[in-house]
């Protein structure tokens, strides 16, 4: 079995991920010209770490002045300007974007930006050709891989010779670190990515004053809703990921608890997606997309964005989605709809026996450097500038100030300014649930390839749970070295 790197994750009371696997995006692409599987053991010399510390802190005093890099910096990421309506990390990631660019107008920032979706498959694409863009989002899942192969650059001492240090919140790094060493700035913003948005009227005449707390309550619920046309709940899964991410990995840990994913992510053969528990969640997920009639039919034919229109639209009572979601809802509803919008956590499942209020939360993707980069020191040097100005105090405090959310860096705002819709999602984020991780920030996309794929056969009842956790642990496995 490889050596892990996740000792440092058992020791983290809660880890937070955006986007995630979480994030959903616009379908159109854009190009802005100027607009654990452990690393290999390597033995390295003292005088050889000497140099690679001076290499890096050379790049970071450079950072911090005058930029003396004037060619191109190419930049792949999924802030379209589509998802930037309304999602404020996406917002202010274009927006700081836009700030660094006329703050050196000697260097042509060449941006390639895909909707969520396409951004996983063309960034492994170019990951497997070793062909990665000078400056990169690093999908937690792909960290220790990517790694492995020499595709990243270690950015530790980037991280702790940043003149914002004292203000980053370190549990945030867990995804990008391999060996207690860090490839990634955590970047946008760190919130659920599982939470109910539902309209309170709809549901008080269904005979709820709240959203239900169980399942069986919410069959009981579409009864009524039957009679009036629409559905209880509205997903998207056409992308695959978003029932990972936004469905399974939250609902799983009412059946397994948090020591069952710490103890995938050690790798110490104490869990198992065979494990009766996971099965069992998969079983449940099952019933509820295939056979409960409680969602809207096409859920594996539409994205995330499309269900969200379903909600806006009064076709789906309640709507299941993520951080990324809320805002652009709260901007594009009438008054009366917005003062109905309320959030809650995913109902318990009758043969759940771990169940507590879990939404699952964090920072998924990291700001990343081309390991060629550090090839041209001036080039890593304005590569760092940039990802200290997309990750750092001026990020924090326009997410801070127009969104009432957080980033990697510490920022503080005046939460009794914003609307009681906000203030709400805030303490539903932050205050009144538990946080737990989300699956595909960790462990390899090879394992979440093949559940996230036989997952949506699953629900279209093609696929039974068992084999779906076999496949599952086959993958998981693999990716090992068992």
């Known amino acids: ?104 107008p000697d260097i042509t920032l060449t941006q390639e930006v895909l909707a969520n979706g396409d951004y996983k498959t063309q960034i492994a694409t170019y990951a497997a050709a070793d062909d990665l863009p000078d400056v990169f989002l690093l999908q937690g899942m792909n960290t220790i891989s990517w790694v492995e192969q020499g595709l990243v650059y270690d950015m530790t001492d980037v991280i702790k010779n940043s003149p914002y240090a004292d203000s980053y ?41 709240e959203f239900p707390t169980t399942w069986e309550e919410v069959e009981k619920a579409q009864e009524y809703f039957d009679t009036i046309g629409i559905k209880a709940l509205g997903f998207g899964n056409q992308g695959q990921w978003n029932l990972n991410s936004c469905f399974v990995s939250c609902l799983g840990y009412q059946y397994t608890g948090t020591q069952w994913f710490s103890d995938i992510l050690a790798g110490t053969g104490n869990a198992s997606f065979e494990d009766p528990e996971f099965v069992a969640a998969l079983t449940e ?13 096409d859920f594996n034919a539409i994205t995330n964005e499309d269900a969200r229109e379903y909600y806006i639209a ?22 009366e709809k917005l003062a109905n919008t309320k959030f809650a956590v995913l109902p318990k499942a009758a043969d759940a026996t771990k169940y507590e209020k879990f939404q699952n939360i964090g920072l998924g993707y990291g700001f990343a450097i081309n390991a ?87 629900v279209n009842g093609s696929i039974d749970p068992a084999t779906v956790a076999a496949d599952t642990q086959k993958a998981y496995e693999a990716w090992l070295g068992n």
């Open 169 to 209: 919140n370190m549990d945030y790094l867990v995804p990008f670190t391999v060996d207690n060493k860090y490839y990634g700035l955590p970047i946008l913003t760190g919130g659920t990515c599982t939470v109910i948005v539902y309209d309170a009227a709809l549901w008080k005449e269904a005979g709820f004053d």
């Open 372 to 458: 060629k980069v550090a090839e041209d020191p001036d080039k890593l040097a304005a590569c760092i500038d940039l990802g200290y100005k997309l990750t750092g105090p001026e990020f924090a405090a326009y997410v801070g100030e127009n969104y009432a959310l957080g980033g990697f860096c510490a920022g503080e705002f005046d939460l009794s300014a914003f609307s009681q819709f906000q203030q709400d999602f805030y303490n539903f984020q932050y205050v009144d649930n538990k946080g737990c991780e989300i699956y595909d920030s960790y462990v390899d996309g090879s394992v979440w390839g093949v559940l996230n794929t036989e997952m949506q056969e699953m």
């Open 285 to 297: 997920t099952q019933y509820l997309f295939n056979e409960a009639g409680i969602f809207n039919e």
């Open 1 to 104: 079995m490889k050596k892990r790197l996740l000792s440092v994750l058992l020791s983290t009371a809660m880890v937070l991920t955006i986007l995630s696997g979480c994030g959903g995006s616009a379908e159109t692409a854009e190009t802005a010209p100027a607009e654990e599987s452990a690393p290999a053991e390597t033995t390295e010399t003292a005088e050889e770490t000497k140099e690679e510390t001076t290499e890096t802190a050379e790049a970071t005093e450079s950072a911090e002045g005058d930029l003396a890099y004037t060619g191109e910096i190419t930049y792949m990421h999924f802030s379209t300007s589509e998802e930037a309506e309304g999602n404020g990390g996406s917002d202010a990631h274009r927006t700081m974007i836009s700030e660094w660019e006329a703050a050196h």
């Open 314 to 335: 009064g076709d789906v009572a309640a709507y299941i989605c993520g951080n990324w979601d809320c805002d652009y809802i709260r901007v594009n509803v009438d008054e």
